[in-house]
């Protein structure tokens, strides 16, 4: 596909986006598409710091602070959920603090693993710490709708918000992607030792990218909690919701890149509740076996993921210069 | 002053001494060649200046400035670019490759694109700016190894056998490329198997044989020293 035709693909989407909710008033497709925003941003903000190669399964951490951060503030302290949003955020960020610091110096799968460990020590103390977080039930937001409380009656703001926040962060993933840090985050992704020779401090662009990540990924929990009107440890510290599911999206549609998440997360959430819906029902964890495979095929067979298959056409033309040199010397 | 002082460098790898109480000056503007069998030490002499590896004992002072606490990133900054042996380009096109450490300097895109290729057109690389490193030849992807160095402006440029594994032609073709990159007032230290190259671009010879540096010299002298000779035959050398 030339880049042109992509370009008037995003903009036909993007002009669709925004005219669905005038046309449709079924609450189940605008719900859905919400949710496939959602994933988006969630995914494209997991996907920062896989520009250098730094894979987290922890992310749900990110997500269940920033969330916690706006439900408590909202419900226990009657804090606008507007000023939520910074806070959250901000509280997210001193989790990626904490936890990159010391994870920083692990590489590869020592460090995907560690993130995990994270995550289900929040949950833990989100079960424990009882008079902040109200234990295991959680948190309900109360129904007043209204800008101001970030609560409506119909599903089209939220959509709206979810679109937007989606487009935001899959453009500040881009631009990112595109400057110094980038280059420095994927030049440390393929040979760090090399980067690091070349005056890259690496270590300072992992952190970078993580507080990007950690930030972008409380910011979208703040919003999801206003968006379900709950929170409550096992859902908002998920490790299969919002540690897992971003990691699978990713990889389905290819980590590392822009539009890899995006692929991942349209494709993979409505087959994620369509399948947690049928077959959930039928035996309780038959939806993961379908994922287990999906997952299988998708690395075994496009390691790069579905925007692989796409770039594929676009790059072969770059290799005309061949390597004649190579051959005529060895008669 | 010398550019470089190397001062009782030690590196040991459990029992064995790498690196032996190395010591020595490399001045602004030559060119010195280090040689050595396999196993004599030289790569981890590359390693233990670039801050790859960290020292037993001795001091590395670039300009007068001490490096032994310096990470590579800062020593890099502080003018000590390299090359490695095993070339592993960046997954990304030859000029992205080259723009990395320039951005490590200035995050300025637009500046970074247009001196990287100044750099690609010195080392003759400008009509690969957009290709991908994994489709070229071995020779094309040592020269984009020395072009990343050299975009870090160095004061002085390790390079770790960018000859070694070329065929004639290309040698011929690179050779060239190391006196000119000297010219642009980059001094360099020169790893090399490749004996008549090293002694056709070097000013000044350093030997290195069990992690000890046994003869410096001009190359016709050290050619002819009775200890490197010994070292290369692999005779016992008791008087050396």
């Not at chain 2, 020395?146 to 975009?151: D, G, P, S, T, W």
Request: charged share 15%; net charge positive.
């Amino acid at each position: 596909m030339s880049a042109k035709r992509l370009q008037l693909l995003g903009i036909t989407l993007l002009a669709a986006a925004i005219v669905i909710p005038a046309f449709v008033d079924s609450r189940f497709i605008l719900q859905m598409l919400t949710l496939i925003f959602f994933s988006i941003a969630m995914t494209s903000a997991w996907n920062i710091p896989v520009f250098g190669g730094k894979m987290s399964l922890g992310h749900a951490a990110f997500f269940g602070i920033g969330g916690y951060t706006g439900a408590i503030l909202y419900v226990k302290f009657g804090v606008s959920p507007w000023i939520g949003l910074p806070a959250g955020v901000a509280v997210s960020l001193l989790g990626g603090v904490i936890m990159t610091l010391p994870l920083l110096r692990l590489r590869g799968p020592f460090f995907t693993l560690a993130t995990i460990a994270f995550a289900e020590v929040l949950r833990m103390i989100a079960i424990d710490w009882r008079s902040l977080t109200n234990g295991s039930v959680g948190l309900n937001i109360p129904f007043k709708p209204g800008w101001a409380n970030l609560t409506f009656q119909s599903g089209a703001p939220f959509y709206f918000i979810s679109l937007i926040l989606a487009i935001a962060v899959v453009f500040i993933a881009y631009r990112l992607r595109h400057s110094a840090l980038g280059f420095h985050l994927r030049a440390s992704a393929s040979n760090d030792e090399a980067a690091q020779a070349l005056g890259v401090d690496t270590r300072r662009a992992h952190f970078i990218g993580l507080l990007w990540s950690s930030g972008l990924t409380g910011l979208i929990g703040v919003f999801y909690v206003f968006f379900i009107y709950v929170v409550e440890p096992n859902t908002m510290f998920s490790t299969t919701l919002f540690s897992l599911q971003p990691a699978l999206n990713g990889i389905i549609g290819g980590i590392g890149t822009i539009w890899g998440p995006v692929i991942g997360a349209v494709i993979m959430t409505p087959l994620g509740e369509y399948l947690r819906v049928y077959l959930g029902t039928i035996q309780q964890g038959l939806n993961f076996v379908v994922y287990g495979v999906v997952l299988i095929v998708t690395v075994n067979f496009i390691p790069g993921g579905i925007v692989s298959l796409v770039r594929l056409k676009s790059s072969n033309r770059s290799n005309g210069s061949g390597s004649p040199s190579g051959a005529t010397e060895a008669h | 002053m010398p550019l470089l002082q190397v001062k009782n460098l030690t590196k040991r790898f459990g029992g064995l001494k790498a690196v032996n109480n190395v010591s020595f000056d490399i001045h602004s503007d030559e060119i010195v060649g280090l040689i050595g069998a396999n196993g004599a030490g030289k790569t981890t002499l590359f390693n233990l200046i670039s801050g790859i590896l960290h020292p037993e004992g001795g001091d590395i002072t670039l300009d007068g400035r001490p490096l032994n606490q310096l990470s590579p990133p800062r020593r890099s900054l502080a003018g000590l670019g390299r090359t490695f042996q095993i070339v592993r380009p960046f997954a990304m096109t030859v000029l992205e490759n080259v723009m990395v450490p320039l951005l490590a300097r200035d995050p300025h895109m637009g500046k970074a694109r247009e001196e990287g290729m100044q750099v690609l057109a010195l080392l003759r690389l400008e009509h690969l700016a957009d290709t991908q490193p994994d489709s070229l030849t071995l020779a094309q992807r040592k020269r984009i190894e020395v072009a990343r160095a050299l975009a870090t402006r160095p004061k002085l440029l390790m390079l770790d056998e960018v000859l070694a594994g070329l065929n004639p032609t290309e040698i011929s073709e690179n050779l060239p490329i190391i006196r000119q990159v000297h010219e642009q007032g980059v001094t360099i230290f020169i790893i090399e198997h490749l004996m008549d190259a090293l002694m056709a671009v070097s000013q000044r010879v350093l030997v290195m044989d069990q992690g000890a540096i046994i003869a410096s010299g001009t190359p016709q002298e050290v050619t002819s020293n009775e200890c490197v000779i010994k070292a290369y035959l692999g005779e016992e050398t008791p008087n050396c």
